[in-house]
């Protein structure tokens, strides 16, 4: 085998494998979200329960829905690049920010680690927050169960984008702030 047939066949399989780390998860753009309340773990609304679409009134922000029993430093690192981005600032997404709501079973616990995980990371334009509902995210945000991680970029009360991992980085970032900037 040529060196250049190797080369392809490397970049085929890399390609493939991210592809198979994405999945269907949220609601498909265009469509317009429903209101869920959760409680804010940390951030301006910390201690209270709260309606994250009438507090952002339109504003970009990306709901990040993370299955916590799946939490790992790579999800860290993706909500690290996110808020980073978001902190610089985004053509087309004027004060755009990150809303990460836990899944969970264990709320109480969910509640008490989000301090301790935003004073490790220490970030600016993201906020940490339990759902209390259902492990499956609320209704009509169409979290696929198999995703450990859901990433729905909202403008003016409405889907631009959604994205479901399996597996993800901050090299998946890009697509994300991508979406942030689309009218």
């Known amino acids: 085998m040529t060196r250049t047939a190797a080369l392809i066949l490397g970049l085929l399989a890399m390609a493939s494998a991210r592809s198979e ?26 201690g209270k329960k709260v ?40 053509d087309g997404a004027t004060d755009a920010a990150v809303v990460a709501i836990w899944l969970t079973a264990d709320k109480d616990a969910s509640k008490a680690y989000l301090p301790v995980a935003q004073q490790s ?31 729905i970029v909202v403008k003016n009360g409405k889907v631009v984008a959604s994205f479901g991992y399996t597996s993800l980085n901050e090299t998946d970032v890009p697509d994300v702030v991508k979406a942030l900037g689309k009218p």
Do not use: C, H, Y
């Open 121 to 151: 990371l220490k970030l600016d334009r993201t906020t940490f927050a339990v759902f209390e509902g259902e492990t499956s995210g609320p209704n009509g945000w169409e979290v696929n169960e198999r995703a450990r991680l859901t990433a």
């Open 21 to 46: 780390a994405q999945i269907s998860s949220g609601p498909k753009a265009g469509t317009k979200v429903e209101a869920f309340s959760a409680f804010a773990a940390t951030g301006e609304l910390e």
């Open 51 to 90: 309606d994250f679409l009438a507090e952002r009134a339109g504003k970009p922000t990306v709901f990040v829905f993370v299955k916590a029993s799946d939490w790992d430093r790579q999800m860290a690192g993706f909500l690290r690049g996110l808020d980073q981005e978001a902190s610089k600032g985004i």
